[in-house]
């Protein structure tokens, strides 16, 4: 009894050391987001402000058009955790319940895609974009985040759909229902954490991702929240640390927000799938 008692303790210690080590630069961020100009500079920094202010966020609207990025990642962002979760359900479920010769080479092209760089599409993807007239675009930007994280979104979704029991399945044709009454009423519900997680994945993706966004997206009024983060840096390299931290921290917020509504329906997803099976 003592053992599994330390043994409890031990894991709540490296669990609370784990979100320690996780919520560090975040709680640091927080920190210097209020901190003004001559704490900023101090060579003994403190975690709490000695004298808070709002005057870094102020001056962050008031150089940078914050709102308009943000909005701009948020409408590309949501479109394409969207259109990645509505293409990778069917094809996941294909994957999983089919093992053809097709479906094992689509599995290897899952894998063989992560290993893929950035930098070595950017120049083929730039001149692909650029024949299909959709460079400058956001619309461009949403294509490439959605086949961008596609592969992962498949892979994730796949090991779902094997985790249903087939005979649930079954067990709804032998009662009369069609294929597609027992994907909507008995599959799609088992696959709620599934398809959470997978659109949480995208969202995030396309959230912070700054390398194609940097490359494509020319116009000012088109940018990405991650972009527009980068002109709080001048020529010299010299950050505005004020300013920096107190966008960063607005920035963080939709993410934050997205997770908590996406983890209920992970939590409830997982537990309707424990009933049902």
């Known amino acids: 009894m003592r053992t599994r008692a330390t043994t409890r303790a031990g894991q709540y210690a490296a669990l ?6 996780l919520s ?13 100009p001559r704490e900023l500079g101090s060579l003994h920094p ?3 402000p000695e004298h808070p202010t709002l005057a870094n966020f ?6 940078q058009p914050l709102l308009r990025s943000a909005l701009n990642s948020l409408l590309v962002a949501l479109a394409a955790a969207l259109i990645a ?7 996941a479920y294909v994957m999983a319940r089919r093992r053809t010769r097709l479906a094992r080479a689509a599995s290897g092209w899952v894998v063989v895609s992560q290993a893929f760089p950035f930098v070595l599409v950017i120049i083929p993807l730039f001149l692909v974009l650029r024949s299909l007239r959709l460079i400058d675009s956001q619309a461009g930007l949403v294509m490439v985040y959605v086949v961008w994280a596609l592969p992962f979104a498949l892979w994730l979704l796949t090991g779902y759909v094997r985790a249903v029991p087939v005979e649930l399945e079954e067990a709804a044709a032998v009662d009369g229902a069609g294929r597609l009454r027992t994907l909507v009423s008995v599959t799609a519900p ?8 997978t659109a949480l994945f995208a969202f995030v ?17 088109k940018q990405t929240l991650p972009v527009v983060l980068t002109r709080f840096i001048g020529a010299e390299g010299v950050a505005d640390l004020g300013p920096l931290a107190a966008a960063a921290v607005l920035a963080t917020l939709p993410s934050l927000v997205f997770f908590a509504l996406v ?11 424990a009933v049902k099976s």
Do not use: H
């Open 190 to 197: 088992l696959l709620a954490p599934g398809i959470a997680a």
């Open 16 to 21: 609370l050391a784990y979100l320690a080590f």
């Open 263 to 273: 983890q209920r329906r992970i939590a409830g997803g997982m537990l309707a799938g």
């Open 85 to 91: 979760v509505c293409l990778a359900t069917p094809m």
């Open 58 to 63: 102020r001056q962050a609207f008031d150089e």
């Open 46 to 48: 403190t975690w709490i």
């Open 205 to 221: 993706t396309a959230w912070n991702e700054f390398f194609f966004a940097l490359v494509l997206l020319k116009t000012p009024e």
């Open 24 to 36: 560090f630069p975040f709680l640091w961020l927080l920190s210097t987001a209020f901190k003004p």
